[in-house]
């Protein structure tokens, strides 16, 4: 399967344990990546309420890219997704995609509206199939209680990511089943991570993201397991004063959905990169490898 590969910013800066954790698994899984490289930014929070326009000039340009290879894009992060479908929904309209067609001219890019945007999480799911990832595991994760995280934009608005999968709010559970570990049930799975509150309102932000963490341990998870490397920033990155504000310890592993797929696929945690964590990683992750090696042997 043929892709046009959009990693995102944060997999390429704040985050590149991810990125490397998505080289690891896309080929075994059948997905051939061709990396956008001179893709833009989505303009994902102020740009995108600032200047609409030239937000969705920005992904026009990207889903152009894809639309002349006939590939479909696929995304890493929660919230390039949610704005990617956004801004293509609106440019359906075929008034708004000559106005952006016009902006993109000059670069000779024109958008035909035909692009198709799928997380990475869709496409395991819907494209590759859960039956095929359960081939590829060489190390099952039991024992491991995973909470699944998914973040606003892969579940709302369902005008936008549920119409035809409406049990896209599950998948997180059912991949975690198929790697052999146990999901958690819990409140907080489908909340904000707080993370859009923080810059305005700190303390009210951190106490979001302390409550769902808070949640999740409380449920019994060895750690949490996010789509989003936006919510992977706050969830692990604030941790900390995300426990202060709520006044009680919390220290749970976030890790991003890659990661957990590739040491399920046999790959060691220096590989996955779970050192790159704020959260240490490697009190249940290295419970579970050395009775798998023990096993093993």
Not at 18 to 44: M, N
Not at 237 to 246: F, H, K, N, P, Y
Request: overall charge neutral; hydrophobic content about 40%.
């Amino acid at each position: 399967m043929k892709v046009a590969y959009y990693p995102g910013c944060v997999a390429k800066g704040g985050a590149p344990e991810l990125y490397r954790s998505v080289k690891l698994i896309l080929e075994p899984l059948g997905i051939e990546p061709t990396e956008l490289f001179d893709a833009a930014c989505t303009g994902a929070g102020v740009l995108t309420e600032r200047n609409p326009l030239l937000a969705d000039a920005l992904n026009a340009r990207t889903f152009a890219m894809a639309e002349r290879r006939d590939m479909p894009v696929l995304t890493i992060c929660s919230t390039c997704t949610g704005t990617m479908l956004a801004c293509n929904a609106r440019l359906q309209d075929e008034g708004n995609r000559a106005r952006v067609n016009e902006l993109l001219a000059p670069e000779r890019y024109t958008y035909n509206g035909t692009t198709v945007i799928k997380h990475l999480l869709w496409m395991l799911v819907e494209d590759v199939g859960l039956e095929r990832v359960a081939q590829l595991v060489k190390r099952p994760l039991r024992g491991l209680r995973a909470a699944p995280f998914y973040g606003c934009y892969l579940i709302r608005p369902s005008s936008l990511v549920g119409d035809e999968h409406p049990d896209r709010d599950l998948y997180l559970e059912r991949l975690i089943s198929t790697l052999g570990a146990e999901p958690v049930k819990y409140e907080g799975a489908r909340k904000c991570c707080g993370f859009p509150v923080i810059t305005m309102n700190r303390a009210a932000g951190l106490r979001m993201t302390g409550r769902n963490i808070q949640d999740a341990k409380e449920h019994g998870a060895d750690l949490m397991v996010t789509p989003c490397p936006l919510c992977h920033l706050n969830l692990d990155g604030q941790q900390a004063e995300a426990s202060q504000a709520l006044g009680t310890p919390l220290g749970v592993p976030i890790l991003h959905l890659p990661q957990l797929i590739a040491l399920a696929f046999g790959h060691s945690p220096a590989e996955v990169g779970l050192g790159h964590h704020v959260v240490p990683a490697q009190g249940p992750l290295g419970r579970l490898l050395q009775a798998a090696a023990a096993g093993a042997s």
